[in-house]
Structures are given as structure tokens and as C-alpha cells.
């Protein structure tokens, strides 16, 4: 037999290397056509809003001839556009951002009719004002008032369409004054701001040791105590009835510093910041109330305050909760004041979430009946847009 003669296998030659693309330049845009383009959306931007405006004006039409402007301003509304637009973000703006554009362009479309009158618990330069301004955009005309018992007052005689009045800070609690204010006054709650609060120190020089004195609103000075005790331990302090006032009295002097908003700044020529934040609380938040003569419909994620009164009974607080947890309410804030009305008589003051016309609302409100000596629905209203 004849051996066939097995020849090696052939080496397998190695895949010789391709010398690698040199990445591809991509031509920077020309900024001349990038401003083009941006010019391209304003115009756009500009034609839509115009539009819009029209369409808010026929919708007035619609509503046929209303007595003045506060009958075309609808809250729940507003509040449903704004959340729409939170819902649609998909950046790079942010939603905080994107919120007070089209505040602003509702508020601008409104004013069409008649700007809304807002009263305030002022001077110009308060938070208060910066709320107003947050929740009525700046086409509503800011009415400043001398104390929050003026705020409600112009709203009941109708020389306010609404007020902006403050209730609780995230540090320092409740302002007893405005909930006093719901135990006699038939004023509705019709909405809430929830505003960021930045204490700032201004003077007129800007120097931390020239100063020896410190004007602020009592609330700004509890806000930002730990502050001053470790950087102005031996400058007298000067309680003021506003931040404003404060404001105005710095300015006079070298030796003085006022504590208040930013807008303070500019507002009473304080030129010099000498600190910011000073606040104790970096989340320091101030809620404030937006007071009316009617109750809205609801928005769809909405707020109800009540006052119920109650005589002094054991287990009388148990009874005014319990009809709310049964029917699947829950309870965001309960304070309680005297009532006024009668010897240790007490009213609980109480927000819950859920709208006034919800029939779970309505159940536990026709049962909390029975347990107490009176109720009286404060108001609903939409919870805060951010």
C-alpha cells in the first residue's frame, strides 16, 4: 500500500491592520446662522403668543358681559394650563422656569379686560409682593397695604379683586394674625403660594463691621437669629412693622443694616449686599393665602380649608377627625385658636387634600355636623404650583 503523504496546514495569514479613520471634523455652525434660526422662533414664538392672546379675549367674549375683570379670572384653570406644562417638560429649562413664562403671558392675556387689583400686606419690597407676584404674574396691578387686617378688608369692600396675605413659615410656624382674620371675616381662601424666602443683609456701605444696628421685621429676625448671634453678637437689634421699613431706615445711615428680599435691595436703594442667604433654615419656605369673595371649582389636585368649632368635651378633637379618615381624607395641618365666641371655646383650623365638591368631602363634612357646635368651609382651592 501506498502512504499518502500528509502536507502541513497553511498557516493562516494574521488580517493585516487598516490604519484608522481620522475622525470627521464637523464645521462648527456659523453663529450668524444659528442667530438666524434663533430669530426664525422668536418670531414664532411672538406670532403664537399674539395668537394666544386673541383666543383669551374670545373667550372673555364667551363668558358674555362681565362687571370687571375678576369675574374672567379663573384659578382652577390656570392651574391646570401650568401643571400641563410641568407635565410636558422635557427640559433643558426647568419647570420652575418654564412656570412663570406662561404666568406671565396668562397673566399679560387677562389684563386684556382690566388688570386685577391684588392687595398685599406692603411696603413695596416684601415677600408678600414677591408671592403676588409669583401667583398673579406682573400684569396685575399690586395694591400695598399697611397691615393684614387692611389686605382683608379691601377685599370685602371690593377695592381689592383679591389679597395676598402670609399664613406659616416652614421654620418659624404659624401667623396668628391671618388665622384670627377667618374666625370673623366671610372672605374665601381661593388659592396658595409657597415661596422660597432668601434673607439677605444690605447697607449702604456694604462693610460687615461697620454696623451696629440691624432693622428687620420680627419673623425675618427669628428666621436668621443663629446668623446674627455668631457674626453681629453686639449690634442692637430694631424690630420694624416690614422689612421695607427697615429698608428705608438703613439707607439714612453707615452704622445700619436692614434684613430683608433682594427686591429690597433695589427697591429702597440699599446699594451694597453684605451677606446672602443669612436665614438659619436653607429650605426656608413662607406660605401665603390668596383671599376672595368666592369658592372656585375644582382643579383636579386641590386643597380644602375648614374652621370647625368645638366646645371643650373629652374626646371632642378625636370626634371632629375621626369622619375624615373614615371616608379616606387626609389631614395635611390642624392649629387651634380660642374662638372668641365663648369661654374655652376653641376653632381647629384644618387643611385637607380633596375639593369641597368631592362627595368623600361632603360626607365627612355632613357628619362632622353632629360633633361640633359650627363649621365654616375657609375655602378650596388648588395646591401650589411650584
Known amino acids: 500500500m501506498t502512504n499518502k503523504s500528509t502536507k502541513p496546514a497553511a498557516a493562516k495569514a494574521k488580517p493585516v491592520a487598516k490604519p484608522a479613520k481620522a475622525p470627521a471634523v464637523v464645521a462648527a455652525p456659523a ?26 379675549h374670545q373667550v372673555g367674549k364667551a363668558k358674555g358681559k362681565l362687571a370687571a375683570a375678576v369675574d374672567y379670572y379663573r384659578p382652577e384653570r390656570e392651574a391646570q394650563v401650568l401643571r400641563m406644562v410641568i407635565d410636558r417638560n422635557e427640559g433643558p429649562l426647568s419647570d420652575e422656569l418654564l412656570v412663570h413664562v406662561f404666568r406671565e403671558i396668562m397673566s399679560a392675556c387677562l389684563a386684556q379686560q382690566e388688570p386685577l387689583k391684588i392687595g398685599y400686606l406692603g411696603p413695596e419690597g416684601t415677600f408678600s409682593q414677591q408671592a403676588v407676584l409669583k401667583h398673579f404674574g406682573r400684569s396685575a396691578l399690586g395694591l400695598p397695604m399697611a397691615s393684614i387686617e387692611e389686605v382683608f378688608q379691601e377685599v370685602e369692600s371690593g377695592n381689592a379683586d383679591f389679597g395676598v396675605v402670609p399664613v406659616e413659615n416652614s421654620g418659624q410656624g404659624t401667623i396668628q394674625i391671618t388665622l384670627d382674620m377667618f374666625l370673623t371675616s366671610n372672605l374665601k381662601i381661593c388659592g396658595e403660594v409657597e415661596l422660597r424666602v432668601q434673607q439677605y443683609l444690605m447697607s449702604r456701605s456694604g462693610r460687615l463691621e461697620d454696623i451696629e444696628r440691624v432693622y428687620a421685621h420680627p419673623q425675618s429676625f427669628m428666621q436668621t437669629s443663629g446668623w446674627l448671634r455668631a457674626n453681629l453678637p453686639k449690634a442692637e437689634k430694631v424690630p420694624v412693622s416690614s422689612n421695607a421699613e427697615g429698608a428705608r ?138
Open 31 to 56: 453663529l450668524s446662522d444659528v442667530r438666524a434660526k434663533i430669530d426664525s422662533i422668536d418670531r414664532q414664538i411672538q406670532a403664537l403668543i399674539a395668537e394666544r392672546a386673541r383666543f383669551a
Open 249 to 386: 431706615r438703613a439707607r439714612n445711615s453707615d452704622d445700619a443694616a436692614a434684613i430683608g428680599g433682594e427686591s429690597a435691595v433695589h427697591a429702597y436703594g440699599l446699594k451694597k449686599v453684605v451677606m446672602s442667604p443669612i436665614q438659619d433654615d436653607k429650605d426656608n419656605t413662607t406660605r401665603f393665602l390668596v383671599v376672595g369673595r368666592q369658592i372656585f371649582p375644582s382643579s383636579g389636585h386641590d386643597r380644602t380649608s375648614v374652621l370647625v368649632f368645638i366646645h371643650d368635651k373629652p374626646g371632642a378633637l378625636f370626634d371632629v377627625l375621626s369622619p375624615f379618615a373614615r371616608h379616606g381624607i387626609s389631614m395635611n395641618r390642624i392649629e387651634s385658636r380660642p374662638s372668641h365666641h365663648a369661654k374655652w371655646e376653641y376653632g381647629f383650623f384644618i387643611d385637607l387634600a380633596g375639593h369641597v365638591e368631592d362627595e368623600a368631602m361632603k360626607l365627612a363634612l355632613a357628619e362632622l355636623k353632629a360633633h361640633s357646635a359650627q363649621i365654616k368651609v375657609l375655602g378650596s382651592y388648588p395646591v401650589a404650583v411650584p
